[in-house]
């Protein structure tokens, strides 16, 4: 059983930063995607970016609308992943939600939810303007 716990969040003014983490257990090192999610009151969740891993390749995926602002990346000696948003603005306050699917993702799959089988309890991100 994989679990994922959430930190990280928090409120910040339009412009500033934070970095989310996702810790995990409970996961085989093989094929797999990790990814980040944000769902604002009314709207549905979508998808924000992904590490997809197929053997040794590696691949991030992201929405058009963090590209420049946010990076993913993973820790895997501490079985961790992170969300580096900088720039945030308003429209970027949401809850966050990690991830895991135990089959690599591809460009048609990193953004659906239905993709992933098992997700962290969220983080609350506030942006002020």
């Known amino acids: 059983q994989v679990q994922l716990v959430e930190s990280g969040g928090g409120s910040v003014q339009a412009g500033g930063s934070l970095r989310l983490s996702c810790a995990a257990s409970?996961?085989?090192?093989?094929?797999?995607?990790m990814g980040w999610f944000r769902q604002a009151p009314g709207k549905e969740r979508e998808g924000v970016a992904a590490i997809a891993r197929y053997s040794a390749f590696v691949t991030t995926y992201y929405n058009d609308s963090v590209k420049g602002r946010f990076t993913i990346s993973q820790d895997n000696a501490k079985n961790t992943q992170y969300l580096e948003m900088s720039s945030l603005q308003p429209e970027d306050a949401a809850m966050y939600y990690c991830?895991?699917?135990?089959?690599?993702?591809?460009?048609?799959?990193?953004?659906?939810?239905?993709?992933?089988?098992?997700w962290g309890q969220g983080t609350q991100v506030t942006v002020s303007s």
């Open positions: 991830a895991h699917s135990p089959y690599a993702c591809d460009s048609g799959s990193w953004s659906l939810a239905a993709a992933y089988r098992y």
């Open positions: 409970g996961y085989s090192t093989g094929s797999r995607c």
